[in-house]
């Protein structure tokens, strides 16, 4: 089972969290696992989705608290924003929702350990791949993890 990647702001806007819960979902659907920082918005609602369809939700949080709801595993990692580095190194495919610097500090992770990434209204540079929905997103994301083993 491949490890995809949801990344995304903590602060998600209500389009932003139905766009994660949706990527949830469907990679929970293409039984594997999603993977994120733990915490709430995008992270959150992505949880969420998989949970609906029976995915395994795993959380790098960034300190010895709790994360969201919806996490199946807790590596509480005590690193703070250094723990954008273990999750993208844990990621066979990276899909960024939104987001803001963090994500911007997670995409740029991802490129330099070359794993690619796909992008739903998030930032627009090089090396990102431009999904226009979910479905998409997921798809792609699937089988660019799969090549990747």
């Not at 995809?4 to 469907?26: C, F, H, K, N, W």
């Not at 807790?74 to 960024?96: F, K, P, W």
């Not at 490129?111 to 739903?120: C, T, Y």
């Amino acid at each position: 089972m491949t490890q995809i990647a949801v990344i995304g702001a903590a602060d998600a806007t209500p389009e932003e969290s139905a766009t994660a819960q949706a990527v949830g979902r469907l990679i929970a659907e293409n039984k594997e696992t999603l993977i994120c920082g733990g915490m709430g918005g995008v992270m959150e609602a992505a949880c969420r989705g998989a949970q609906e369809k029976g995915g395994m939700t795993v959380g790098i949080i960034p300190d010895m608290g709790g994360g969201n709801p919806y996490l199946d595993v807790q590596v509480r990692s005590g690193m703070g924003y250094s723990r954008n580095i273990v999750l993208v190194q844990s990621a066979d495919a990276v899909i960024a929702v939104g987001g803001k610097y963090g994500t911007l500090s997670e995409i740029a992770i991802a490129l330099k350990l070359k794993k690619p990434v796909f992008g739903l209204n998030t930032w627009d540079i090089e090396g990102v791949v431009k999904c226009a929905t979910p479905e998409e997103a997921v798809l792609t994301a699937v089988r660019a993890a799969h090549r990747s083993l």
